[in-house]
């Protein structure tokens, strides 16, 4: 087993990374630990040179990150956490792959049509290669379980495409250079939406701060958000089916199951029949309960220059190691010659 997944570093990691993501990142790392295998996760600080960004915040919001998930329990001594651009194989096999990537293929993104929209001719190069890097990212590592969201099941299709591809063109059959590669979606809690409009996701680029938890809000900025949260004036119904329809209300029951680890029904069993005036508490107690202590410990860790510097280093270091034979293995079927 070996789990392997990318988050970039920008913006404030919210609720929504946490569960979707972050909090998947935990288990699966003790998973790969008790199966003998390996966990790694990195900050994707490459794939954040496809959209304008800013190289003097680039690094501080990579170590912030990176003190976001040691707060949520990311552990660098089980998993190998570390940052792309201090492991150049992702670079250069992703040029390798860029061989054997069909325009046809990328062409048909989604994530490239939605963030590039009306300005397909400005948008950057980088842009649309953006899942040819993110194919190199898991199969420089032989990566079998790749946790991502939804939206990312398109980008893992096309790594496993590739690495076929490149099978077939470049390497005899019983001994493929690639592996391919399993997404691992998390299946409830996947989507978590926005605040002030159940129809859309929870996001960091959203204009208003009141539309999401930030996993540095205080008690109090959690407590008001939860509160001022928008819902409907209907009481909660008792079983999950009576919440179609009502977006607002079913984000807000989905958040408290994900949190307390139960399903809608088992929710609703106990709130159907309240209003939000009594459910509304319940979840910012539940939220305040989970975020508080990885608030804590993510502003002790935040301002540690050198520990979080180390913990990169150290990772950066076990997978040069891990994807050192891959990437040969890629140059060699190529038959492009490196030399000693
Ligand atoms: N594209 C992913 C996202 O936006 C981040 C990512 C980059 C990633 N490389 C990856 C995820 C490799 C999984 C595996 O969420």
Redesign the pocket.
Known sequence: MRV?????PTGQPHLGNYLG?IRNYVKLQDDAVAAGGECLI?L?DL?ALSMPHDPKELYASTLELVATLVACGVDPNKAVLFNQAQVPAHSELQWLLNGTARMGWLNRMT?FKDKSGKNREGASIALFT?PV??AA??LLYQ?TH????E??KQ??ELARDIAQKFNKDFASEDAPVFTLPEPIIPPEAARIMSLRDGNAKMSKSDPSDMSRINLADDADEIMKKVKKAKTDPEPLPSEAKGLEGRAEAQNLVGIYAALADESMDQVLATFGGEGFGKFKPALGELLVETLAPIGERFRELKDDRESLDAILARGAAKARELGGPTLTATYDALGLVRGK
């Open positions: 392997v997944s990318g988050i970039q993501a990195f994707a794939h994530q953006y890097l993110q990212d898991v990566a790749v946790p991502v969201g939206d990312q980008h893992l």
